[in-house]
C-alpha cells in the first residue's frame, strides 16, 4: 500500500471560531477511513479542507506526494486554477446530493467530465453509462433527477463523482436524509466500492457501516482527532470516556457479539 | 360630438412607421439591456468591493431617476459637457439600454440568489471554475426563474418607450400626436394607438405563458 493523502497539522478557523485544531493524518491508498464524532465537531469542514472547497487556514495537505499549494512567507498560497484542477481529482457526496435538475442524469453525469476535464462527449458517455451501471441506474440514464428517488439520487451523484476518476472519495452524512428504507441501497454502493480499492472518507453516524466497512475509525472531538483505530477494536472498547458516551448515544447500534 | 375613424385610418402608414420605430428602440434597448444587466449583476455579487460598489451606484440610481429626465440628460446635457452628439435614435438606445440595464441587473441577481447553495457546491467539487458553474449550473436554473419578472419588465421598457416622442423621435406615440393636428381628431388617434399597444402587449404576454408553459412542462423541476 502507498501513500495517497497525507494531512499535517491541519487548523481551521470561521473568523474567531477553531473549528479544527491540529488535524494530522496519513491515508494509503484504498483505505476506507469513517470519521465520526458529535455534531458540531468538525466533521465536516474537516471533509471540506481536503478538497478546498474551505480553505485551511493552517496546515498542509499532500495528494499523491505533492504538496498542494506553495509555501510563501510561512503560509500556504493557493491558486484558484489550481484548486479547480485538485477538485477534479477528489470526489465529493453530500448529503443533499446537489444533483443538477435541469440536466438528466446522463447529462449530470456527464458534465464534469466534459466541462472541466475536456473530454470528447462519446467518450464521456460511455464513461457515464458505465459509472451508472455501476450504481445500478443505467436504465434512468435519460430521467431529470426530479423523477428519481433519494436514494436513486444519491446513488446518481456517487456515479457523477465516480466518472471524474477520482483519487480519493470524500462522503459527507450521505444517508442522512434519506428515508430509512432507501439506506441500504446507498451504504451498499459505498461498500462495493470500499471493495473494488476505492480510497474513501466516510463522515457517517452508521456505526454498522463503520463497523464493517471501515479500515480504520477516527473520532473526532472538538476539532482534534481524540482516538482512532480499526472499527473491531475502536467501536467495542473507546479508550476515552468521550467516545463512549458518543456510542452509547447511538443506542440503536448493535455490535455483533 | 361625433367618432370618425376614417379620418385617421387614411394616415394609418403614419402609425405604422411609428409602430416600427417603436419596436425599434425597444428591441434595441433590450439587445444592450440584457446582457448589460447580466454585467452589472454578477459585478454586484462580485466579492470585489469596489466593482459591486460601482454596480450597485448604478443600479440604484437609474432605478431610481425618472427615466424623462435621463432621457433629457443624455440628449441634451451630455452634448454640452462632453460634446457628444446623439441623434434621437441613439440617445433613445442609450437611455432605455441604460435604463432597463438596471432593472434586468436586479432580475438577474435575484434569480441567481435563489438557487440553492447546494448546486454551487456541487459543480465546484466536480472541479468548476467559477464562470464555468456560472454559465452551466447557475444561469440556466435562474434565468427559467427568471422569465416572468424579465417579461413583464420588457413589457414595462414598450410603454416606457413613448418617452422618446419628446426628443423628437418619430416613434409610435409622435407619430400620433403628428396625426392628432393634422386630423383633429385626437380621440380616435390616441384610441388606435391604445388598441395598437394593447394587441401588442397581449400578444407578447401570451407568447410569454407560452413560453413558461413550455419550461413547466419540460419535466425538468426548477427545484432539487
Ligand atoms: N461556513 C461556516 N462559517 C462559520 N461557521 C461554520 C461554517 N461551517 C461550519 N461552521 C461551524 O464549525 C463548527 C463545525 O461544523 P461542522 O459542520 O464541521 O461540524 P460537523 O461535525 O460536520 O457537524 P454535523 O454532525 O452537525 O454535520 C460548527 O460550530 C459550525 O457552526
Ligand atoms: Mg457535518
Redesign the pocket.
Known amino acids: 500500500m502507498s501513500e495517497i493523502l497525507r494531512i499535517e497539522n491541519l487548523h481551521?478557523s470561521?473568523?474567531d471560531?477553531e473549528?479544527?485544531k491540529g488535524i494530522d493524518l496519513t491515508v494509503q491508498s484504498g483505505e476506507t477511513v469513517v470519521?465520526l464524532?458529535?455534531?458540531?465537531?468538525?466533521?465536516?469542514?474537516?471533509?471540506?479542507c481536503l478538497n478546498f472547497m474551505?480553505t485551511p487556514t493552517e496546515g498542509k495537505i499532500h495528494l499523491n506526494g505533492e504538496l498542494i499549494g506553495t509555501e510563501r512567507g510561512g503560509r500556504m498560497r493557493y491558486r484558484e486554477a489550481e484548486l479547480c484542477a485538485l477538485r477534479a481529482r477528489i470526489g465529493m457526496v453530500f448529503?443533499h446530493f446537489n444533483l443538477f435538475p435541469h440536466m438528466t442524469v446522463l447529462e449530470n453525469v456527464m458534465e464534469g467530465q466534459v466541462i472541466v476535464l475536456g473530454r470528447a462527449k462519446p467518450e464521456a458517455q460511455d464513461k457515464a453509462m458505465a459509472q451508472l451501471d455501476r450504481v445500478g441506474l443505467a436504465e434512468k440514464a435519460t430521467e431529470y433527477p426530479a423523477r428519481l428517488s433519494g436514494g436513486q439520487k444519491q446513488r446518481v451523484a456517487i456515479a457523477r463523482a465516480l466518472a471524474m476518476d477520482p483519487e480519493v472519495m470524500l462522503f459527507?452524512?450521505v444517508t442522512?436524509a434519506l428515508d430509512p428504507e432507501l439506506v441500504g441501497e446507498v451504504l451498499k454502493t459505498i461498500r462495493q466500492l470500499a471493495e473494488d480499492g476505492m480510497t474513501m472518507l466516510c463522515?457517517t453516524?452508521e456505526l454498522g457501516f463503520a463497523y464493517h466497512v471501515a479500515n480504520r475509525v477516527l473520532f473526532?472531538h472538538e476539532?482534534t482527532i481524540l482516538e482512532q483505530g480499526e472499527p473491531q477494536s475502536i467501536l467495542k472498547a473507546p479508550a476515552t470516556d468521550r467516545m463512549s458516551e458518543f456510542l452509547e448515544g447511538h443506542s440503536l447500534f448493535k455490535l455483533p457479539d | 360630438m361625433e367618432w370618425n375613424f376614417l379620418a385617421v385610418l387614411r394616415d394609418f402608414d403614419l402609425l405604422m412607421l411609428g409602430l416600427l420605430n417603436t419596436l425599434k428602440v425597444t428591441g434595441l434597448a433590450l439587445l444592450f439591456g440584457v446582457p448589460l444587466g447580466l454585467a452589472l449583476a454578477l459585478s454586484r455579487l462580485s466579492t470585489f468591493r469596489i466593482l459591486s460598489g460601482i454596480a450597485g451606484f448604478i443600479v440604484e440610481f437609474f432605478r431610481t431617476t425618472p427615466p424623462l429626465v435621463q432621457l433629457f440628460w443624455f440628449f441634451f446635457a451630455l452634448p454640452i459637457l462632453i460634446d457628444v452628439r446623439m441623434t434621437p435614435l441613439i440617445a433613445a438606445v442609450v437611455t432605455f439600454s441604460i435604463q432597463s440595464s438596471a432593472f434586468f441587473a436586479e432580475i438577474f441577481r435575484g434569480g441567481i440568489l435563489s438557487i440553492d447553495k447546494g448546486q454551487w457546491e456541487g459543480a465546484k467539487a466536480i472541479g468548476m471554475t467559477y464562470g464555468q458553474c456560472q454559465r452551466r449550473i447557475i444561469l440556466p436554473q435562474a434565468i427559467k426563474r427568471m422569465i416572468p419578472a424579465f417579461m413583464e419588465r420588457s413589457i414595462e421598457l414598450l410603454k416606457t418607450t413613448t418617452l422618446v416622442s419628446t426628443v423628437a423621435y418619430t416613434d409610435l406615440m409622435f407619430q400620433a400626436n403628428e396625426l392628432a393636428q393634422k386630423t383633429f381628431r385626437p380621440l380616435e388617434v390616441y384610441t388606435i394607438v391604445a388598441a395598437i399597444y394593447f394587441v401588442l402587449i397581449f400578444l407578447f404576454s401570451q407568447f410569454s405563458i407560452a413560453v413558461e408553459h413550455r419550461l413547466a412542462k419540460s419535466g425538468e423541476g426548477t427545484v432539487r
Open positions: 481551521k470561521f473568523g471560531l473549528v479544527l470519521l464524532g458529535s455534531s458540531g465537531s468538525g466533521k465536516s469542514t474537516m471533509l471540506r474551505e448529503q459527507d452524512e442522512s463522515v453516524h473526532l476539532g
